[in-house]
Nanobody, 122 residues
Framework: QVQLVESGGGLVQAGGSLRLSCAASGRTFSSYAMAWFRQAPGKEREFVAA???????YYADSVKGRFTISRDNAKKTVYLQMNSLKPEDTAVYYCAARDRGIATMIREYDYWGQGTQVTVSS
């Protein structure tokens, strides 16, 4: 079983930066693919970024070049560095895990955090 706890959300002005963290429990974190999703008010949850256990990454087109996903297996933590934030990045951001390779669909992830709110003001 894996438990995920996100932190680092908040209110930031457009153009600013935030770093989200997701702390995981469980013995096999290092072998899990990890991902970030987000859900804006009135919209479906969408894929943001993912990272394999060996470190390769994949991003949604909407965040490519602005967001960076990384992981520290020793700390059992995955990060999402968000730069050049836009009002349309406002959402609840969720961390997710699966014990297989990278995926971009919600149904392919087995474990989810409770989410952290990111609000970008214009």
């Amino acid at each position: 079983q894996v438990q995920l706890v996100e932190s680092g959300g908040g209110l930031v002005q457009a153009g600013g930066s935030l770093r989200l963290s997701c702390a995981a429990s469980g013995r096999t974190f290092s072998s899990y693919a990890m991902a970030w999703f987000r859900q804006a008010p009135g919209k479906e949850r969408e894929f943001v970024a993912a990272i394999r256990w060996i470190g390769s990454t994949y991003y949604a087109d909407s965040v490519k070049g602005r967001f960076t996903i990384s992981r520290d297996n020793a700390k059992k933590t995955v990060y999402l560095q968000m730069n050049s934030l836009k009002p349309e990045d406002t959402a609840v951001y969720y961390c997710a895990a699966r014990d297989r390779g990278i995926a971009t669909m919600i149904r392919e992830y087995d474990y989810w955090g409770q989410g952290t709110q990111v609000t970008v003001s214009s």
